[in-house]
Nanobody, 124 residues
Framework: QVQLVESGGGLVQAGGSLRLSCAAS????????VGWFRQAPGKEREFIVA????????WYGDSVKGRFTISSDKAKNTLYLQMNALKPEDTAVYYC?????????????????WGQGTQVTVSS
C-alpha cells in the first residue's frame, strides 16, 4: 500500500521559515516525479513545485519562486520543502504527491498518489 506522509507544518510568524517533510512507503520515488501543492480554504489546490527524482529537474510556481526550495534525501526516500520568508497568504494545507508522468508535471490531475496534508499557518 502506497503512503505519503507529510510532517513539519505549524504556526509561524510572517517572515519566518518552516521545513516540510514527505516520507514515502510502498513506493520508491526513483521512478517518479514528486511535487508539492497547497490548498487554502475556499480555493483550488495550487501547484507549488515539482521535481524529477532522478536528475532533480525542478519547476517552481511563480508565487513561491525564490522563497521555497524542494530537496530530497534519496537514502530516506523522503522529500522536503524548505519555506522561507513566509507570508500570511502562504497559509494553507500543504500536500506532497508523486506522479508517473514523464518530465516535471505541474497539473494536479497528473499526480497519482497524495499525502494527507499538513497545515501551515502564517500569522501577520
Amino acid at each position: 500500500q502506497v503512503q505519503l506522509v507529510e510532517s513539519g507544518g505549524g504556526l509561524v510568524q510572517a517572515g519566518g521559515s518552516l521545513r516540510l517533510s514527505c516520507a514515502a512507503s510502498g513506493l520508491t520515488f526513483s521512478n517518479y516525479a514528486v511535487g508539492w501543492f497547497r490548498q487554502a480554504p475556499g480555493k483550488e489546490r495550487e501547484f507549488i513545485v515539482a521535481m524529477r527524482w532522478i536528475g532533480e529537474s525542478t519547476w517552481y510556481g511563480d508565487s513561491v519562486k525564490g522563497r521555497f526550495t524542494i530537496s530530497s534525501d534519496k537514502a530516506k526516500n523522503t522529500l522536503y520543502l524548505q519555506m522561507n520568508a513566509l507570508k500570511p497568504e502562504d497559509t494553507a494545507v500543504y500536500y506532497c504527491a508523486s506522479s508517473r508522468t514523464m518530465g516535471v508535471p505541474t497539473g494536479r490531475a497528473q499526480y497519482n498518489y497524495w499525502g494527507q496534508g499538513t497545515q501551515v499557518t502564517v500569522s501577520s
